[in-house]
C-alpha cells in the first residue's frame, strides 16, 4: 500500500542553523506531496505543496522538491528561527481518492 | 472570519458511554473529514465527506459514526463500541473539487476516557 516515512525526532538544532527534514514515500503511481506543520497549541496547517515530479514547493524560507526518481520529498530550510519550532508532517494523496497517507511527524526544536 | 471550529477542546468521557464530537465550517468547502492522531503516529483518517447526505469510511472507522445533513456541519460520533477511544481528533475541509485541493484542520478535541 501507500506510506510516507519520515525521519525520526526531535530534531534540535542552533538558531540560524540549515535544517533538512527527509521525508520518503512508497506510491502506486504518481501521488501528490504535502508538508504540514502544527505549531504547540495549534491546528495543523500546510506549509507546502508540489503535484508532480521535478516541481518545487516553498513557502516562509521553506522548500521541498519532488523527487520521483528517490521517491523523496525533503523539507529544507537555510535559517532556520526559533519560532520555527513546531512538529513538521510529510503527507501524500493519490489522484483517484480522497485520502491522506501520512507520515509519523518530526519534532523540530530550534534553541536561541 | 472564516475557518474551521471543533467543540469542544477537551472532553471526558467515562467507559461505555457514546460522545459526539462537533465540527463547523464556515469556508463553504465541500469536503469535510476527520482524522484521529496518536502520539508518535501520523494522522489517519475516520471518515470523510464529499457532499452533504453522503459519507465514507477510511483506514479506522470501526467504532464510529458520522452524519453530513448541513455543508457547514460534519459531528463525528465515538461510540462505545471504540476499544481505545482515548486520542487528539481532528476535523478538516477543503474545496473538494479535486483531490489536491488544501485540506484546513481545526484545532482538535482532545478525548479522554475515564
Known amino acids: 500500500g501507500n506510506s510516507v516515512t519520515q525521519m525520526e525526532g526531535p530534531v534540535t538544532l542552533s538558531e540560524e542553523a540549515f535544517l533538512t527534514i527527509n521525508c520518503t514515500y512508497t506510491?502506486?503511481?504518481?501521488?501528490?506531496l504535502f508538508w504540514y506543520v502544527q505549531y504547540p497549541g495549534e491546528g495543523l496547517q500546510l506549509l507546502l505543496k508540489?503535484?508532480?515530479a521535478d516541481d518545487k514547493g516553498s513557502n516562509k524560507g521553506f522548500e521541498a522538491t519532488y523527487r520521483k526518481e528517490t521517491t523523496s520529498f525533503h523539507l529544507e530550510k537555510g535559517s532556520v528561527q526559533v519560532s520555527d519550532s513546531a512538529v513538521y508532517f510529510c503527507?501524500?494523496?493519490?489522484?483517484?481518492?480522497?485520502?491522506?497517507?501520512w507520515g509519523a511527524g518530526t519534532k523540530l526544536i530550534i534553541k536561541p | 472570519d472564516g475557518g474551521i471550529t471543533q467543540s469542544p477542546k477537551y472532553l471526558f468521557r467515562k467507559e461505555g458511554q457514546n460522545v459526539t464530537l462537533s465540527c463547523e465550517q464556515n469556508l463553504n468547502h465541500d469536503a469535510m473529514y476527520w482524522y484521529r492522531q496518536d502520539p508518535g503516529q501520523g494522522l489517519r483518517l475516520i471518515y470523510y465527506?464529499?457532499?452533504?447526505?453522503?459519507?465514507q469510511k477510511g483506514d479506522i472507522a470501526e467504532g464510529y459514526s458520522v452524519s453530513r445533513e448541513k455543508k457547514e456541519s460534519f459531528p463525528l460520533t465515538v461510540t462505545s463500541a471504540q476499544k481505545n477511544p482515548t486520542a487528539f481528533y481532528l476535523c478538516?475541509?477543503?474545496?473538494?473539487?479535486?483531490?489536491?485541493?488544501?485540506?484546513?484542520f481545526g484545532p482538535g478535541t482532545r478525548l479522554t476516557v475515564l
Open positions: 506510491a502506486t503511481g504518481y501521488p501528490s
Open positions: 508540489a503535484t508532480k
Open positions: 465527506s464529499q457532499i452533504v447526505n453522503d459519507f
Open positions: 503527507a501524500l494523496i493519490m489522484d483517484s481518492n480522497y485520502q491522506l497517507i
Open positions: 478538516a475541509s477543503s474545496p473538494g473539487t479535486r483531490v489536491t485541493d488544501t485540506q484546513y
